[in-house]
C-alpha cells in the first residue's frame, strides 16, 4: 500500500522545521561513513563491561569526530548525533549533558558560569547530579547529606552521617564523572535550611582517582542502561569552598547571613528541565518501538483473510492496528506536548534567571508532574503491546524492544516516581476545584478553566471538539468527586495528610484526566494549524484514532455508557483508514538502521535473513560444542545410559 504523504515532509512536522529534519539526515549520513562511530559488534552479545567499554570508546571517538559533523553549539544537532552514535543504553556524558550543565546553567551565578561552564562544554571535566540517596528519592525534605558552613575557614563540610545517606543511582556518577552537582541540606549554625545544590570535585584531574573524603563506585546491572554506570557517593567531612554553593538564587555571605531565594522551590529547575524534555524523548522510543513491528507486520505473513491462496499481512488484522496504531497516535501527541512544555520551560528559566520572576512555576511544575507521568506509563505500555505485536521474534534481542522497553520504563521512576508525581499535579487541581468551590474562579489558571463548567448532556461526539467537552466532563467529574471526597474526610475530623492519603489513588485518576485531556488538546491544536493539507489530512486521521481511543479508554467516566457503540464504530473505521499510512507516519521519524539496532527493524525488509546472520553470529555459536557440554551435560547423558 503506498503513502498518501512525503515523509521528509512529515519529518520536518515532526522535528519542528525542515533545516532540522534535512540536517538529521545529513548527520545520519555522515555516521554511517564513519565506522569508527558504529558498535564494533551487536550490543547485546556484549556484558557488562564490554558494554561500558564500547560506549566510552565510542563516545571518544565522537569528540574527535563531533565538529566535522555538527555545529558544536546546536544543541538538536547534537542530541540527534548523540542518539545515533549512543544509542539509548547510556554512556559517560548523559548526565553531563542532560542535567550538570543546565544546573550549573540554571542555578550557578555568572561567576560560576566563567569558573566552570567553559571547562565543562569543553569536556575538560565531567558531571552528574546527585540528588538522591539510598533512603529517599522522591521526598526531598528527608536526604540526608549536610553541608554545613564552617565560617573559621569559609567553607562547607559535606558529610553522609550514615548508610541511607549516601547517593545512590545518579547517573554516569560510579567510573566517569569527576565533578557532581550533589544536593546536600544547607545548615548554618545548625540550623538546617533544606536542599541545597552544590559543586563538588569527586575525583583527582589527573589521575581520576577518588579525593581524599569521597567514597564512589558503580552500583551494578539496571534492568536497561547498563552501558551506563550509575552510581554511590559518600563524604567523609569532605570541605569545599563558599564558593561552590550554586547561588544565582539562594546565597551564604561570608559571615554566614544566608540570602534565601525568590522561590523555594527554584533550586528544581534541572528536575523541571528533564520533565518538560521527557514527552518528546518518550514518544522518540515508544516511535521506535513501533517502527520495528509495524515494519514487520508489513512483512509477516500469517493465516488467510478474502484471498486463500495467499497468507495475509498480519498489519492487516484488525487486532493488530488496534495493538499499533493507538501508540502512532500517541507518540506524535506527546512531541506535540513536548514542544510546548520545552517552550514553557525555557521562558520560565529565561523569566527566573533575567527577570527573577518566578509566578509561572507552580503551573509548570504542576504541567510537567502529571506529562511525565501519563507519557511514561502510556509509552510502557506502547512499547509491550509492539513487543508482542512481534510475536516470537518480539521476544528476541534482535528485535532490540526489550531494550527500548527498559530505558523508557526507567522514565516511570526517574525524575520524580510517577505516582509521587500524579499527586503534586493533584494538589493543584484541588486547589483548583477549592477556588472555585470559594467563588473566586476569575483565578483560575486557563488549563484549568474549564473545571468551573457546567455539567451538560452527554452527546454521541461528532466534531473534535465534542471529543473535548466530553474529555473535560469526565475529567471534571473526577476532580470533584476526588477533591469532595478530600475535602468531607477533612470536614469529618481526619487530619490532611490521612485524608489525602486516603483519596490518594482517585486523586491519581484526576491527574490523569487532566493530563490526558492536556495531550489530546495540544494534539488537535497542532495539527489545526498544519498549513499542508495533505500532511494535515493525514494526521487528522491519526487524531481521529487518538480521541476515539483515548475516549473509549476511559469510558468508565461517562454516565452515559450507550455512547460507547458507536465510538466503538468510530475508532474501528478510523483504524482501517490510518492502515495505508501507518508505516509511512513511522517512517516519517526517519530513524537510521544504525540508530534503532533492531535486526527485526531493518529498512530492508529482509526479516528473515537478517536474524539468521543475527543467529549465527551468537557467540554461543563459535563452536559446536560448548565447554559447557563437554563438562557437564555429556557426561550427565553418558551417566544416564549406564
Ligand atoms: C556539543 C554539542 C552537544 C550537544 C549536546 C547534546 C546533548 C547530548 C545529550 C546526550 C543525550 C543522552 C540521553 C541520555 C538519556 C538519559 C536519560 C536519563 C536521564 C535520567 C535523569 C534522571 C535524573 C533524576 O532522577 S534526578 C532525581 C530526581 N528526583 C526527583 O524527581 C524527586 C521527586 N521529588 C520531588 O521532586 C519533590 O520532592 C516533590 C515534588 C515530590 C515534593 O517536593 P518538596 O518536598 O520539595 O515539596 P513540598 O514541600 O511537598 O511541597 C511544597 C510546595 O512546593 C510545590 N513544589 C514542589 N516542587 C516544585 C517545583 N519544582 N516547582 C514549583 N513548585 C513545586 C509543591 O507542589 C507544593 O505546593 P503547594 O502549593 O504547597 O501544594
Ligand atoms: C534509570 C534511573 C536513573 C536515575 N538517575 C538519577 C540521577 O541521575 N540522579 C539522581 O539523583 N537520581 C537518579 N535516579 C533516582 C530517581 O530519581 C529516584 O529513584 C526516583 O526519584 C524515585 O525515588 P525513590 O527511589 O525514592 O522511590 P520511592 O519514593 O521509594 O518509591 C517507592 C514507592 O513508594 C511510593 N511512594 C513514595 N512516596 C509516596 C508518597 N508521598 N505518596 C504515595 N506514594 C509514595 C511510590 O509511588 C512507589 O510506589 C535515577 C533512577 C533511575 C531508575
Same mark, same amino acid.
Given at each position: 500500500?503506498?503513502?498518501?504523504?512525503?515523509?521528509?515532509?512529515?519529518?520536518?512536522?515532526?522535528?519542528?522545521?525542515?533545516?532540522? /529534519?534535512?540536517?538529521?539526515?545529513?548527520?545520519?549520513?555522515?555516521?554511517?561513513?564513519?565506522?569508527?562511530?558504529?558498535d564494533s559488534r551487536p550490543l547485546p552479545f556484549m556484558d557488562r563491561l564490554e558494554k561500558v567499554?564500547?560506549?566510552?570508546?565510542?563516545?571518544?571517538?565522537?569528540?574527535?569526530?563531533?565538529?566535522?559533523?555538527?555545529?558544536?553549539?546546536?544543541?538538536?544537532?547534537?542530541?540527534?548525533?548523540?542518539?545515533?552514535?549512543?544509542?539509548?543504553?547510556?554512556?559517560?556524558?548523559?548526565?553531563?549533558?542532560?542535567?550538570?550543565?543546565?544546573?550549573?546553567?540554571?542555578?550557578?551565578?555568572?561567576?560560576?558560569?566563567?569558573? *566552570?561552564?567553559?571547562?565543562?562544554?569543553?569536556?575538560?571535566?565531567?558531571?552528574?547530579?546527585?540528588?538522591?540517596?539510598?533512603?529517599?528519592?522522591?521526598?526531598?525534605?528527608?536526604?540526608?547529606?549536610?553541608?554545613?558552613?564552617?565560617?573559621?575557614?569559609?567553607?562547607?563540610?559535606?558529610?553522609?552521617?550514615?548508610?541511607? /545517606?549516601?547517593?545512590?543511582?545518579?547517573?554516569?556518577?560510579?567510573?566517569?564523572?569527576?565533578?557532581?552537582?550533589?544536593?546536600?541540606?544547607?545548615?548554618i549554625r545548625d540550623r538546617n535550611l533544606g536542599p541545597h545544590p552544590f559543586m563538588v570535585q569527586?575525583?583527582?584531574?589527573?589521575?581520576?582517582?577518588?579525593?581524599?573524603?569521597?567514597?564512589?563506585?558503580?552500583?551494578?546491572?539496571?534492568? /536497561?542502561?547498563?552501558?551506563?554506570?550509575?552510581?554511590?557517593?559518600?563524604?567523609?567531612?569532605?570541605?569545599?569552598?563558599?564558593?561552590?554553593?550554586?547561588?544565582?538564587?539562594?546565597?551564604?555571605?561570608?559571615?554566614?547571613?544566608?540570602?534565601?531565594?525568590?522561590?523555594?522551590?527554584?533550586?528544581?529547575?534541572?528536575?523541571?528541565?528533564?520533565?518538560?524534555?521527557?514527552?518528546?524523548?518518550?514518544? *522518540?522510543?515508544?516511535?521506535?518501538?513501533?517502527?520495528?513491528?509495524?515494519?514487520?507486520?508489513?512483512?509477516?505473513?500469517?493465516?488467510?483473510?478474502?484471498?486463500?491462496?495467499?497468507?495475509?499481512?498480519?498489519?492487516?488484522?484488525?487486532?493488530?492496528?488496534?495493538?499499533?496504531?493507538?501508540?502512532?497516535?500517541?507518540?506524535?501527541?506527546?512531541?506535540?506536548?513536548?514542544?510546548?512544555?520545552?517552550?514553557?520551560?525555557?521562558?520560565?528559566?529565561?523569566?527566573?534567571?533575567?527577570?527573577?520572576?518566578?509566578?509561572?512555576?507552580?503551573?509548570?511544575?504542576?504541567?510537567?508532574?502529571?506529562?511525565?507521568?501519563?507519557?511514561?506509563?502510556?509509552?510502557?505500555?506502547?512499547?509491550?503491546?509492539?513487543?508482542?505485536?512481534?510475536?516470537?521474534?518480539?521476544?528476541?534481542?534482535?528485535?532490540?524492544?526489550?531494550?527500548?522497553?527498559?530505558?523508557?520504563?526507567?522514565?516511570?521512576?526517574?525524575?520524580?516516581?510517577?505516582?509521587?508525581?500524579?499527586?503534586?499535579?493533584?494538589?493543584?487541581?484541588?486547589?483548583?476545584?477549592?477556588?472555585?468551590?470559594?467563588?473566586?474562579?476569575?483565578?483560575?489558571?486557563?488549563?484549568? /478553566?474549564?473545571?468551573?463548567?457546567?455539567?451538560?448532556?452527554?452527546?454521541?461526539?461528532?466534531?473534535?471538539?465534542?471529543?473535548?467537552?466530553?474529555?473535560?466532563?469526565?475529567?471534571?467529574?473526577?476532580? *470533584?468527586?476526588?477533591?469532595?471526597?478530600?475535602?468531607?474526610?477533612?470536614?469529618?475530623?481526619?487530619?490532611?495528610?490521612?485524608?489525602?492519603?486516603?483519596?490518594?489513588?482517585?486523586?491519581?485518576?484526576?491527574?490523569?484526566?487532566?493530563?490526558?485531556?492536556?495531550?489530546?488538546?495540544?494534539?488537535?491544536?497542532?495539527?489545526?494549524?498544519?498549513?499542508?493539507?495533505?500532511?494535515?489530512?493525514?494526521?487528522?486521521?491519526?487524531?481521529?484514532?487518538?480521541?476515539?481511543?483515548?475516549?473509549l479508554d476511559c469510558g468508565i467516566y461517562l454516565h452515559d455508557v450507550s455512547l460507547l457503540d458507536?465510538?466503538?464504530?468510530?475508532?474501528?473505521?478510523?483504524?482501517?483508514?490510518?492502515?495505508?499510512?501507518?508505516?509511512?507516519?513511522?517512517?516519517?521519524?526517519?530513524?537510521?538502521?544504525?540508530?534503532?539496532?533492531?535486526?527485526?527493524?531493518?529498512?530492508?525488509?529482509?526479516?528473515?535473513?537478517?536474524?539468521?546472520? *543475527?543467529?549465527?553470529?551468537?557467540?554461543?555459536?563459535?563452536?559446536?560444542?560448548?565447554?559447557?557440554?563437554?563438562?557437564?551435560?555429556?557426561?550427565?547423558?553418558?551417566?544416564?545410559?549406564?
Amino acid at each position: 500500500m503506498t503513502a498518501t504523504f512525503d515523509t521528509d515532509r512529515m519529518a520536518a512536522v515532526i522535528y519542528g522545521s525542515e533545516k532540522l /529534519a534535512s540536517r538529521r539526515r545529513e548527520i545520519s549520513a555522515a555516521v554511517s561513513r564513519i565506522p569508527e562511530l558504529h558498535d564494533s559488534r551487536p550490543l547485546p552479545f556484549m556484558d557488562r563491561l564490554e558494554k561500558v567499554t564500547e560506549m566510552t570508546r565510542k563516545l571518544a571517538a565522537l569528540n574527535k569526530h563531533l565538529p566535522d559533523i555538527i555545529d558544536p553549539n546546536d544543541y538538536e544537532e547534537g542530541l540527534h548525533l548523540y542518539h545515533e552514535v549512543m544509542g539509548m543504553e547510556g554512556h559517560p556524558l548523559a548526565l553531563h549533558e542532560v542535567m550538570f550543565i543546565p544546573g550549573l546553567i540554571g542555578q550557578g551565578s555568572d561567576e560560576q558560569y566563567e569558573k *566552570w561552564l567553559g571547562r565543562a562544554r569543553r569536556r575538560e571535566i565531567i558531571g552528574c547530579y546527585a540528588q538522591t540517596e539510598l533512603g529517599h528519592g522522591s521526598n526531598l525534605r528527608s536526604l540526608e547529606t549536610t553541608a554545613s558552613y564552617d565560617p573559621s575557614t569559609r567553607e562547607f563540610i559535606i558529610h553522609t552521617p550514615q548508610i541511607t /545517606a549516601l547517593k545512590w543511582w545518579p547517573g554516569a556518577l560510579g567510573k566517569s564523572s569527576n565533578y557532581a552537582i550533589v544536593v546536600a541540606n544547607l545548615i548554618i549554625r545548625d540550623r538546617n535550611l533544606g536542599p541545597h545544590p552544590f559543586m563538588v570535585q569527586l575525583r583527582d584531574e589527573e589521575t581520576h582517582r577518588p579525593l581524599q573524603g569521597i567514597t564512589v563506585g558503580d552500583i551494578g546491572p539496571k534492568m /536497561a542502561f547498563n552501558g551506563g554506570d550509575n552510581g554511590f557517593l559518600g563524604f567523609d567531612n569532605y570541605r569545599i569552598p563558599l564558593g561552590n554553593l550554586l547561588n544565582r538564587h539562594a546565597r551564604v555571605e561570608e559571615d554566614g547571613i544566608y540570602v534565601k531565594p525568590p522561590h523555594a522551590k527554584v533550586g528544581h529547575s534541572a528536575m523541571i528541565r528533564v520533565r518538560s524534555h521527557m514527552a518528546t524523548g518518550q514518544a *522518540w522510543l515508544l516511535a521506535h518501538s513501533l517502527i520495528i513491528a509495524v515494519r514487520y507486520s508489513a512483512v509477516r505473513r500469517q493465516g488467510f483473510l478474502e484471498d486463500k491462496t495467499r497468507e495475509v499481512k498480519i498489519l492487516d488484522y484488525q487486532t493488530q492496528q488496534y495493538r499499533l496504531f493507538p501508540s502512532i497516535a500517541r507518540a506524535y501527541a506527546f512531541i506535540f506536548c513536548g514542544f510546548e512544555t520545552i517552550r514553557l520551560y525555557d521562558q520560565l528559566i529565561l523569566d527566573v534567571n533575567k527577570h527573577g520572576n518566578t509566578s509561572g512555576m507552580a503551573d509548570l511544575h504542576a504541567l510537567t508532574s502529571g506529562l511525565k507521568s501519563v507519557v511514561t506509563y502510556q509509552t510502557g505500555e506502547g512499547i509491550e503491546q509492539a513487543r508482542m505485536a512481534c510475536g516470537g521474534h518480539g521476544y528476541s534481542m534482535a528485535s532490540y524492544i526489550s531494550e527500548i522497553y527498559g530505558v523508557a520504563i526507567g522514565g516511570c521512576t526517574y525524575e520524580g516516581e510517577n505516582m509521587v508525581m500524579l499527586l503534586q499535579l493533584a494538589r493543584y487541581l484541588v486547589k483548583s476545584v477549592e477556588l472555585i468551590k470559594n467563588g473566586k474562579s476569575k483565578e483560575l489558571g486557563p488549563m484549568v /478553566a474549564y473545571l468551573a463548567e457546567p455539567d451538560t448532556q452527554e452527546k454521541t461526539p461528532l466534531e473534535l471538539k465534542d471529543y473535548v467537552k466530553l474529555f473535560q466532563m469526565m475529567s471534571k467529574r473526577q476532580s *470533584w468527586k476526588a477533591t469532595e471526597r478530600y475535602l468531607k474526610l477533612v470536614e469529618g475530623g481526619v487530619s490532611r495528610d490521612v485524608a489525602w492519603n486516603k483519596t490518594a489513588v482517585e486523586l491519581t485518576r484526576a491527574s490523569r484526566l487532566h493530563t490526558r485531556l492536556y495531550i489530546m488538546e495540544t494534539f488537535i491544536r497542532r495539527v489545526s494549524s498544519i498549513e499542508d493539507m495533505n500532511l494535515r489530512m493525514v494526521l487528522r486521521d491519526l487524531v481521529n484514532v487518538h480521541v476515539n481511543y483515548e475516549l473509549l479508554d476511559c469510558g468508565i467516566y461517562l454516565h452515559d455508557v450507550s455512547l460507547l457503540d458507536s465510538i466503538k464504530n468510530q475508532l474501528y473505521s478510523s483504524l482501517h483508514s490510518l492502515r495505508p499510512n501507518a508505516l509511512s507516519l513511522l517512517d516519517s521519524f526517519q530513524f537510521s538502521d544504525i540508530q534503532l539496532r533492531s535486526v527485526l527493524g531493518r529498512r530492508d525488509g529482509h526479516v528473515y535473513e537478517n536474524l539468521f546472520e *543475527w543467529a549465527k553470529s551468537s557467540p554461543l555459536n563459535v563452536s559446536d560444542v560448548l565447554p559447557s557440554v563437554d563438562r557437564y551435560l555429556r557426561p550427565m547423558m553418558e551417566k544416564a545410559k549406564l
